[in-house]
T-cell receptor, first 112, second 112 residues
Framework: DGGITQSPKYLFRKEGQNVTLSCEQN?????MYWYRQDPGQGLRLIYY???????QKGDIAEGYSVSREKKESFPLTVTSAQKNPTAFYLC???????????FGPGTRLTVT | SQQGEEDPQALSIQEGENATMNCSYK?????LQWYRQNSGRGLVHLIL?????REKHSGRLRVTLDTSKKSSSLLITASRAADTASYFC????????????FGEGTQLTVNP
């Protein structure tokens, strides 16, 4: 099956700990994106990458970091510097020349 | 910054009725897309309309775009209980590259 996988579905961490969210795609898409969604709200862009070994900050990059060492993978690290990390995190990808984005199922992160 | 704003925030209708959701945006766009999100899941792309198009259909979906008013509407005809979800508009602007900016969404409830 082709698609985007995010793991785990639910993640719990203590305040002060870094945590890495996984995003893998086998769609051969060049671009990948990370979004944050808070309850009852739309998506806000954290980071995106249009090609391997390159990525750009989105609108709310502070407290987050990413890497893009492989085309298939775009992990997101939520660092202890992120003030309000509890949220629903969505990963997406997009094929070059095609406008629509394909989304993974999301990871719900709870930090206490 | 909030590029897309949607109204209503919530809409409740009976099965068989039509549902209309509206989206307004601020800056010139290349295209506008509509996505659907079932509770706690990832987004699914529904339909895209380009800036030089005024209306587009896909099954029970009809999208209109008025670039002079910087607004779009999504009409779902003959709604079903399975249409219950959140619906988001997303815009790609002339300067945003492959980035999308999402509105805050309309929560649609279709009562059987």
């Amino acid at each position: 099956d082709g698609g985007i996988t995010q793991s785990p579905k639910y993640l719990f961490r203590k305040e002060g700990q870094n945590v890495t969210l996984s995003c893998e795609q086998n769609l051969n898409h060049d671009a990948m994106y990370w979004y944050r969604q808070d309850p009852g709200q739309g998506l806000r862009l954290i980071y995106y990458s249009q090609i391997v070994n390159d990525f750009q900050k989105g609108d709310i990059a502070e407290g987050y970091s990413v890497s893009r060492e492989k085309k298939e993978s775009f992990p997101l690290t939520v660092t202890s510097a992120q003030k309000n990390p509890t949220a629903f995190y969505l990963c997406a990808s997009r094929k070059t020349g095609v406008y629509e984005q394909y989304f993974g199922p999301g990871t719900r992160l709870t930090v206490t | 910054s909030q590029q897309g704003e949607e109204d209503p925030q919530a809409l409740s209708i009976q099965e068989g009725e039509n549902a209309t959701m509206n989206c307004s945006y601020k800056t010139s766009i290349n295209n506008l897309q509509w996505y659907r999100q079932n509770s706690g899941r990832g987004l699914v792309h529904l339909i895209l309309i380009r800036s030089n198009e005024r209306e587009k259909h896909s099954g029970r979906l009809r999208v209109t775009l008025d670039t002079s008013k910087k607004s779009s509407s999504l009409l779902i005809t003959a709604s079903r209980a399975a249409d219950t979800a959140s619906y988001f508009c997303a815009t790609e602007t002339k300067t945003s590259g492959s980035r999308l900016t999402f509105g805050e969404g309309t929560q649609l409830t279709v009562n059987p």
